[in-house]
């Protein structure tokens, strides 16, 4: 099966800094990953669409400028979260799309951001 | 650790019909339990979640899922299917609000007129 991973699984920072977080298709290539936030007790928010030498869409309401993400290889993609304050802490989930028989998306394990 | 099974890769069934996407899990605690849709070159969209309370949830677009504790399922149902909902459906689950989702690996949903 494809797989999907995420490094780190788990990263405390001090408010102001910045975080990068990685995004890996193991197995396959993905032309088109995405990535989400979890909230507490709520689904997932969809940030961006990232496409592969492209610029990211960003869904409404999510800033550009703070969440930058560079998708430069058919399998990495990574999410800088910049100048991170508190209300930034969730768990940032990402997925890649597989095209294929099997036309679906794989879903990395998750990072868990701390601000504090 | 927590997991989720979407047994099947694709449902096929004809528009009116009603339709099935089904959805076991395994979790130790009570579980949290989400059904996403993807449409293609989009992102997921929520359709609905169980917490707590009745067993029989509703959510958007028609779909309704039912959480059943014995059996460890949380299938997707919608009593008449249309064409414009073929896509692809995910369950999820967590523990609690403080873990992270896991997906299933997602069912393709195909209605044909």
């Known amino acids: 099966g494809a797989v999907v991973s995420q490094h780190p699984s788990r990263v405390i920072c001090k408010s102001g800094t910045s975080v990068k977080i990685e995004c890996r298709s193991l197995?396959?290539?993905?032309?088109?990953m995405f990535w989400y936030r979890q909230f507490p007790k709520q689904s997932l928010m969809l940030m961006a669409t990232?496409?592969?030498?492209?610029?990211?869409?960003?869904e409404q309401g999510v800033e550009k400028d703070k969440f930058l993400i560079n998708h430069a290889s058919l399998t990495l993609s990574t999410l800088t979260v910049t100048s991170a304050h508190p209300e930034d802490s969730s768990f940032y989930i990402c997925?890649?799309?597989?095209?294929?028989?099997?036309?679906?998306?794989?879903f990395g394990p998750g990072t868990r951001l701390t601000v504090l | 650790a927590q997991s989720v099974a979407q047994p099947e890769d694709q449902v096929n069934v004809a528009e009116g019909n009603p339709l099935t996407v089904k959805c076991t899990y395994s979790v130790s605690g009570n579980p949290y339990l989400f059904w996403y849709v993807q449409y293609p070159n989009r992102g997921l969209q929520f359709l609905l979640k169980y917490i707590t309370g009745d067993n029989l949830v509703k959510g958007s677009y028609g779909f309704e899922a039912e959480f059943n504790k014995s059996q460890t399922s949380f299938h997707l149902k919608k009593p008449s299917a249309l064409v414009s909902d073929s896509a692809l459906y995910f369950c999820?689950?967590?523990?609690?609000?403080?873990?992270?989702?896991?997906f299933g690996g997602g069912t393709r949903l195909m209605v044909k007129p």
């Open positions: 999820a689950v967590t523990v609690n609000a403080g873990n992270m989702l896991t």
């Open positions: 990232s496409n592969e030498g492209s610029k990211a869409t960003y």
């Open positions: 997925s890649a799309h597989k095209t294929g028989a099997r036309d679906t998306q794989y």
């Open positions: 197995d396959f290539q993905a032309t088109t």
